[in-house]
């Protein structure tokens, strides 16, 4: 025989040998399978126990801020941590080929276990990770500042005094006074420590095989073009929030005028909120129709005798009238809804899910005002969404994608703040017509001030951090880099001259807590696209029928709709998210036309006001 016929006759036996133990390598690859299966099963109340036992810490932290409870804290932190890695190690070890599995919904869950985030970290970076984290955490929750009338009163805090003024005073040097201050003291003195963070995070995204925590948190969205299509949404969307920006502009200038220049930029401590994030708050300079009523039901509330409590029971009755569920004891029983006067407590609202399904909470100093209203229902849409979800395995209890948590009660308060619905509920004057042109004008324009300003904040916080993590902008830049973007994107500058010795991206929660931040973004595009699906479901929303605009649409007990939003939400995550949206929507992606559609009365009106004043849209 040549050597060719001794290859050849080699490779058949090969063959034949291949072909003869398929069966039982099919047999083995079911067995362990099944044994992944069996494996995760046990895992699932093991998981659950444990982050029961994180998030008692954490709320006991958040709720009384003391060095024994972050001391305690920061053990559970590393404690989760070591179990997560643990978890991951023995699934690698046991499972080592699991990417091949032939089970889509097996691979999905082993690869929720595989990716730990900071968890990969050793046990002392994780440490020092943790205690960052804490500290910049710590340091912006205790911040207090002087005050610009009573200088001798040092011991403002952002909830509520800060707030307070930032949304009432029309004062321009006490706004300006309360922006500095709040900026110089919560942000400045983090910087490093920051600088700190980026790095140690940086290091545990390349341990979970990611090139840095940008690329990490961009992972939950599940697609490689997710920058580009945000991108191309703002640009879509960016048309609005220019005509936006114009009338505001303008209207400020009457009242503010020495503080603009030809540059066409809005100063940001003249836009009612501590960041300029949205500018609801200013409504009543800017307003269309100043003459008509006001939909703002914060006095109405107030003179009804409303308190936290009945803002919550309120906003319970509007889940249940959808036949959606009701909240638990424990919700009741547990949650901090107003602030306490005896410590110091994480004022940023926030919803708990305690992993058991059966303890959830929300922690919020909640303020008699419309807008806490809405706070409300948001942070009631995070807790529903956990309820609806309760019952999938542990890896899957968790939204869609970032984006579809903060979606929920969003969704939902877009009925609630109609003026319909403030009339259901005894809230709006029945005087008030509900239909009149110039009533709806204003509704959408203080509607605008909120969800379309706040579009490229929402956008431009990660898209900074993005710059920071993968190394296009050092320390050197952070302040410079902030206000480039904020100039580029949202057309407004700083109060005063700002250097690198600021740090006023720290000057903002989600920045110290290390929140991904896009979430906002993407629940801002998605949760039009829910609104318009669940109206159509209800039968209040006809594109065809004048008489139904989608920005009058209210679904409340509607049972139809209801039934829609749970179908998807009770998934979790245990489907790719455009699956989810299609259940909700009958749409696998994210697009502009719901919004667009919502505001378009609006951005008529507010493009012929332009042109009548004679402002340009856009900025230098």
């Known amino acids: 025989m040549t050597i060719w016929t001794l290859a050849i006759v080699a490779f058949l036996l090969i063959c034949i040998i291949d072909a003869w133990n398929l069966p039982s390598l099919r047999k083995s690859t079911n067995d362990l399978e099944s044994e992944a299966h069996s494996y995760l099963v046990e895992l699932d109340q093991l998981s659950s126990q444990k982050c029961y036992e994180s998030y008692v810490a954490e709320w006991a932290y958040a709720t009384d801020i003391n060095d024994e409870n972050e001391k305690v804290k920061l053990e559970l932190s590393l404690d989760s941590a070591k179990f997560s890695k643990e978890i991951s190690q023995n699934v690698t070890a046991t499972f080592p080929l699991w ?35 804490t500290d910049m955490t710590k340091h912006y929750s205790t911040t207090t500042i002087c005050s610009f009338k009573y200088k001798e009163t040092c011991n403002l805090s952002l909830e509520p005094e800060l707030t307070k003024i930032m949304r009432e005073s029309r004062n321009e040097e006490e706004l300006r006074h309360v922006w500095t201050e709040w900026h110089d003291k919560s942000g400045g003195p983090i910087k490093q420590t920051y600088k700190k963070f980026v790095e140690i995070s940086n290091q545990a995204a390349k341990l979970n095989d ?7 948190w961009l992972n939950s969205y599940e697609s490689e073009t997710f920058k580009d299509d945000v991108e191309e949404l703002w640009q879509t969307l960016k048309p609005l929030y220019q005509q936006i920006h114009a009338y505001v502009r303008a209207k400020l200038r009457n009242v ?65 009238s959808l036949g959606l569920i009701a909240m638990p004891d424990e919700f009741w029983k547990e949650s901090l809804i107003e602030k306490p006067d005896n410590r110091q407590v994480v004022c940023h609202a926030s919803a708990w899910d305690f992993c058991n399904g059966k303890d959830f909470r929300i922690k919020q100093c909640t303020r008699v005002t419309a807008t806490d209203l809405v706070i409300v229902h948001h942070e009631m849409g995070h807790i529903q969404y956990d ?31 109609t003026p319909k619905h403030l009339k259901e509920i005894g809230l709006l004057d029945e005087s008030i017509p509900i239909d009149d042109y110039e009533t709806s004008i204003n509704f959408l324009f203080s509607m605008a001030l909120n969800k379309i300003a706040f579009l490229p904040f929402s956008y431009l916080i990660d898209k900074y951090r993005w710059d920071i993590y993968d190394g296009t902008v050092d320390e050197s830049q952070y302040n410079t880099h902030w206000w480039r973007l904020r100039k580029e994107y949202q057309g407004i500058k700083p109060p005063n001259a700002r250097s690198e010795a600021n740090f006023d991206a720290g000057a903002k929660y989600h920045v110290p807590a290390n929140v991904e931040y896009l979430r906002y973004f993407v629940s801002t ?33 509607s049972k139809a709709a209801g039934s829609k939003l749970a179908a998807g939400l009770s998934m979790g995550s245990s489907k790719p998210w455009p699956e989810v949206m299609r259940v909700i929507t009958g749409q696998e992606k994210m697009d502009a036309y719901a919004i667009r559609e919502y505001f378009k009365p609006l951005e008529k009106w507010l493009t012929a006001a332009n042109e009548e004043m004679g402002e340009i849209p856009g900025w230098k």
């Open 99 to 133: 990417r091949e599995f032939k089970d889509p919904d097996l691979v999905r869950k082993l690869k929720k276990i595989t990716i730990l985030g900071a968890a990969r970290l050793p046990d002392d970076q994780f440490k020092k990770y943790a205690q960052l984290e």
């Open 210 to 216: 990611f090139n840095d925590t940008g690329a990490l």
């Open 256 to 320: 503010y005028g020495d503080q603009f220049s030809d540059d066409g930029l809005i100063p940001a401590h003249l836009l009612g909120n501590m960041w300029a994030q949205s500018w609801e708050n200013i409504d009543s300079l800017t307003s269309p129709y100043p003459n008509k009523a006001s939909i703002d039901v914060t006095e109405q509330m107030i003179q009804q005798g409303y308190t936290p409590l009945k803002m919550f029971q309120v906003s319970d009755e509007f889940f249940t």
């Open 387 to 417: 309820l609806l979800y309760k019952d999938q395995p542990y890896f899957y209890r968790e939204g869609a994608n970032p984006g579809f948590h903060e979606a929920v009660g969003d969704t939902l308060a877009l009925s609630v703040i």
């Open 525 to 557: 595009i998605i949760q039009f696209q829910f609104h318009r699906s669940l109206c159509i479901e209800a039968g209040q929303y006809d594109p065809l029928d004048p008489k139904k605009p989608l920005h009058n649409c209210d679904i409340y007990r």
